[in-house]
């Protein structure tokens, strides 16, 4: 099993940048895929971005290509999302998540408590 706890929300103006960390405890990081997900007010949570173990693979959101980059840090057990160009529409509530499957699945086992993300205009 694995814990995860995201960080690194906040406001900021279109256009703009921010880096969410998601810091996973346990001792079985290196055996996981990890996923962002997000979710707006009223709408359905979506996939974002995943990474597979090695860190060798990625898979984004087409919402998200070009302005978004996951990356991990197995001595630090922690994977990352780089956003930038943000836009008004990438406002939500960002989750981290965990899988044993590959990089390209969507089923995700253990989840965070989210980091909200807001983008003014």
């Known amino acids: 099993q694995v814990q995860l706890v995201e960080s690194g929300g906040g406001l900021v103006q279109a256009g703009g940048s921010l880096r969410l960390s998601c810091a996973a405890s346990g001792r079985t990081f290196s055996s996981y895929t990890m996923g962002w997900f997000r979710q707006a007010p009223g709408k359905e949570r979506e996939f974002v971005a995943a990474?597979?173990?090695?860190?060798?693979?990625?898979n984004y959101a087409d919402s998200v290509k070009g302005r978004f980059t996951i990356s991990r840090d197995g001595a630090k057990n922690t994977v990352y999302l780089q956003m930038n160009s943000l836009k008004p529409e990438d406002t939500a509530e960002y989750y981290c998540a965990a899988t044993r499957f590959a990089y390209t699945s969507r089923v995700y086992h253990y989840w965070g408590q989210g980091t909200q993300v807001t983008v003014s205009s």
């Open positions: 990474i597979s173990v090695s860190g060798s693979n990625t």
